[in-house]
C-alpha cells in the first residue's frame, strides 16, 4: 500500500447529495427506494433535497436497501483519521 497516496477530498456532500448518489450508483429510482424501503418517495425527494432530515431510523433502512453502512448516509463527509485525532 506505501506505492499509494491517499485521494484527497475534493467537495463537500449533503446528506441528501449522499443518498442521491448512492441511490444512482445502485441504478435506483426514487420510486425503486421507496418499494425496496416502505418510505414514501415524496420523503426520499425531500431527504434528497435537504428539507427533511434523515434520522437515524430511516438511514438504517435506506442503508440496508443501499447495501452500505448507515454511517455513510448519515456522515458523508467525515474523515475518520481528521477528525478522530485529538
Known sequence: MKDYQRAEKRIDVSVGESLRILRELQDMSQNDLAVATGIPQSSISAIE???????????????????????????PGWNVERDSAA
Open 49 to 75: 433535497n435537504d428539507r427533511v432530515r434523515l434520522g437515524v431510523d430511516r438511514a438504517k433502512v435506506l442503508a440496508r436497501a443501499l447495501r452500505c453502512h448507515p454511517a455513510v448516509l448519515v456522515f
